[in-house]
């Protein structure tokens, strides 16, 4: 976000630059959540088809279609999702834009009081909250309301393309770890390999989507690599009895 719409001809609002500071860190945080919860999807589904698959049957062939069907719609579906969601907030983020544009055309007045209030709010007393809410109305009314009302900027509005790249590229990424592990050791310990690189990788991104979001690394990582495990022992036990059964 721009900090330069904030500037003030004596001094900047020390409580607004903060505020977006602070707003743009949690905006990175979001994609980098976004980006390793992708990642992890990709891990734990694809894994958990291979070793179901290879739990059926020992041929290469078949794990390795499978796993490729697997990334693939994998990958798309959390593209194409990740599209249609970020396409809905990009028309909400329009039409509140859109509001505020009407409503600074045909109530200028309130919505003066109205930005004066919010910074009253944050802090400041009245005087300076009025101050400050003319000084950037007269500077740029549009930037000023919806920074402090909508914490948008007009010129850097979420990407749908941006968001369905990303996670289609993660989904990808963790993806391939499985499958990679699945097809390239021989038929005798290709599951125990898988295993470990499976552990190995959810280790790693249960690790930074704590580090993201502040939290217990140790608690994340159990949890993401307890929940893996569940889920590929589940789908080899399955794709076993399916062999055995002959299905």
Known sequence: MCYTRLDMTTQRDPIVHAEIHAT???SKLNWLRAAVLGANDGIVSVSSVVVGVAGATNTTGFILTAGVASL???ALSMAVGEYVSVSTQRDTERALLEKERWELLNEPQAELEEL???YQKKGLSEKTAKLVAQELTDHDAFAAHVDAELGLDPDDLTNPWHAAYASGAA???GA???????????ASIRIPVTFGAVIIALIITGGLSAHAGGASKTKATIRVVGGGMIAMLITFGIGKLCGVAGI
């Open 171 to 173: 989904f990808f990424c």
């Open 176 to 186: 391939i770890i499985p499958l990679l592990a699945i097809v390239l050791p021989p």
């Open 116 to 118: 004066a209030g919010i």
């Open 72 to 74: 693939v719609a994998g």
């Open 24 to 26: 743009t860190i949690s």
